[in-house]
């Protein structure tokens, strides 16, 4: 579902360029004409695309072990099972969301593990088209319905526990992002 949103977001040209080469194998030389650009060109087209597919390292403070929590808020969302969301929340956890997720006049705060345990279990609908990714590098998680980015969550992990989420859905907010494939 990542590797959908990022290719959603190479240009056109870019998007060509690594598709034809990196899962097609077709030479640069083959491609150049299809793009109106030198073979140099399209080699620095498809080498962009795969530095931003590829995405930016997550930075040090961020070990695998926020991934997995990630990944376990994700599931227990999926699976219903609030008692393991309360597990992996902080208890002072706040939640802020942009107007656009929940379509209201100003951007909402839930503060307290089970407030925010609770707007999850309401979000497991959406959960279904949710995945991993990086955003700005940190693991995160996208909701993206037939490949376009609709909402993006990201999290603040300490010693363990989710102690912040941003939940983003208004396209320019969108739209600045930097969204990965996780490694």
Not at 80 to 85: G, M
């Amino acid at each position: 579902m990542a590797l959908l949103v990022v290719l959603d977001r190479l240009s056109p040209a870019e998007r060509v360029a690594f598709v034809l080469h990196d899962l097609f194998a077709v030479p640069f030389e083959e491609i150049a004409p299809l793009l109106e650009r030198s073979p140099e060109a399209t080699r620095q087209l498809a080498s962009r695309a795969r530095r931003r597919v590829k995405g930016a390292p997550a930075p040090h403070r961020e070990p695998g072990r926020t991934r997995e929590i990630v990944e376990a808020f994700l599931s227990a969302t999926r699976g219903q099972d609030f008692r393991a969301l309360i597990t992996l929340l902080h208890p002072e956890v706040t939640l802020r969301a942009d107007a656009a997720v929940m379509l209201t006049a100003a951007p909402v705060t839930v503060q307290g593990a089970e407030a925010v345990a609770k707007g999850a279990m309401a979000a497991m609908q959406r959960a279904r088209f949710t995945g991993p990714a990086l955003l700005d590098g940190a693991v995160g998680l996208v909701m993206a319905a037939q490949g376009r980015l609709r909402v993006a969550l990201t999290f603040t992990v300490d010693d363990g526990l989710i102690t912040a989420i941003d939940v983003v859905a208004e396209p320019e907010r969108l739209g600045l992002l930097d969204v990965a494939v996780p490694g």
